[in-house]
């Protein structure tokens, strides 16, 4: 009991329980010994364990065993399911909707807010997005009795590839053969760690390669180019500029993917002979839902082709609301390459040498929260906000180049984009958090009156307290050059840090 007493002392004490506890819980994991792991599964352990007998009602002549959370003050008991439904995640779902379910059974001694939180946790994890009408003939304690918990299982993917081969390992989708293949173990001693960090930084490598390739690469387009597929582009060229009915949109992208099929490597100087962003909405729309067919199992070289030939460029310049149309098919083809969509789509956007307007922000915060996992998008600020320009690299057509820049520019719709994500609970790293105070200080003049620009700051010492406390002087003096209506809320938050 004693290595949670901190944690305890954050519940009961912090003016930000519910950052400050995902924190101290991610800290203590990396650092738990074997004797006393702590872990969400074993805080899960803690919370629903059996107290001491309690006497609740001292008529009776026996006592009531009660989980031991409810013998915890009724402010630390909403305090802590506030943090699980915060952190929700990063847990159980079985295990989380059976506490909350317990906690509700006793609803007439229950403290209102506790029963507040209890029941948002419950809304959180129980099945939502209309699924429960496939239940209505089960039991309404039923669920917990449904299969397997995603959260305890191993993923579809992964079991499906260790059913088509002969695996290592039953949750490793590798043969012994390639295994030899790929790593070639020449010791186990202690050059072991060092060499799996050579195998990484060799894969990192080749991946900075292929984007390169992808992004600047001249003689793609410049390079001499078979004269039959030369004018097999162009006549898709002409039948794209006279787009009649949907049908013809869908064979003309079958077209397309097979003609990039057949030339491989020379796809991308297909795609720019092709020109198809210069097609309507709607049958640029078209065009991605149905070159999203055939894709599977690659990750950037197809499916960053299709983002940055036809939906790029139609934002790079965008000033007003995107097309419904173009956008929904552009966050279904985003959901089914998320890596594509960071290189080919976030990255260039963000960019852009104007910087970022509201009508992109608009369209990228969208497809943030709807096609990224939140460690995803915490992977993908870091790269952003990193010093070294080496990170951000992006996928582009060569004469699309001149419209992205190397370099951040700072807008006021960015810091409503990094508000956005805040938001959608990510979990930023304490560099990325320091690099954003940085760059709080250094346009604090120039934004001085923007609300926009205030409110990030708000949104940002709400969601990293903890983490701002060394930053505190550089903070107020930058909140100190400012004249908005959230100035006076900032202030009184810091001064509490």
Known sequence: MERWIPLME????????????????????NHSSNSA??????????????????????????????????????????????????????FCQKDLCKLARKMLSDG???????????QQLLDIVSISNYQWLSH??????????????????????????????????????????????KLPFFSCGEDGDDFLNEVEEDKQENLDEMMVEDRVNPQIIDGPMDPEVENKAKSLKARLLDFVSTSKAVELAKDIRQLCVERGKDSLAVMALIEPWNAEDETAAVLVSHLLVGSEGDELGWPSQVLCSIVLPKLLLLNQPASGVLVAATIE???????????????????????????????????????????????????LLWEDINARKFICLPCHQCLISEKIVWTESLFNLLQSILNHNVHLTEDSVEQLIHRVYEFSERYSKSLKFGNFIL??????????KPHKVLLTEAVENTNTLVTKSILAKLSSL
């Open 108 to 118: 007439k001694g229950l403290d209102f807010w506790v029963k507040k939180t209890a």
């Open 136 to 181: 209505l003939n089960s039991n309404l304690g039923s669920e917990d009795e449904n299969g397997d918990d995603e959260f305890l299982s191993v993923p579809d993917w992964l079991r499906d590839a260790a059913k088509e081969s002969e695996s290592l390992l039953p949750w490793l989708p590798i043969s012994p053969d390639e295994f030899s293949l």
């Open 333 to 383: 083809y985003c959901k089914a390459h998320q890596r594509a969509a960071e290189y080919a789509f976030l990255f260039p956007l963000i960019l852009r040498n104007e910087g970022l307007n509201n009508p992109v922000c608009d369209v990228i915060t969208r497809v943030v929260k709807e096609c990224l996992h939140p460690a995803h998008v915490s992977a993908f600020c870091q790269k």
């Open 459 to 468: 949104c940002l010492i709400g969601k990293y307290a903890p983490l701002l």
């Open 10 to 29: 954050i519940f009961l004490n912090s003016p930000c329980p519910e950052t400050e506890a995902s924190l101290w819980l991610r800290k203590s994991f």
């Open 37 to 90: 792991p702590i872990s969400t599964t074993s805080f899960l352990s803690l919370l629903a364990k059996p107290s001491g007998t309690i006497l609740i009602d001292p008529s009776p002549p026996a006592g009531k065993r009660v989980m031991w959370i409810k013998t915890l003050p009724s402010a630390v008991q909403a305090r802590i399911l506030s943090f699980l439904a915060y952190d929700s995640q990063r």
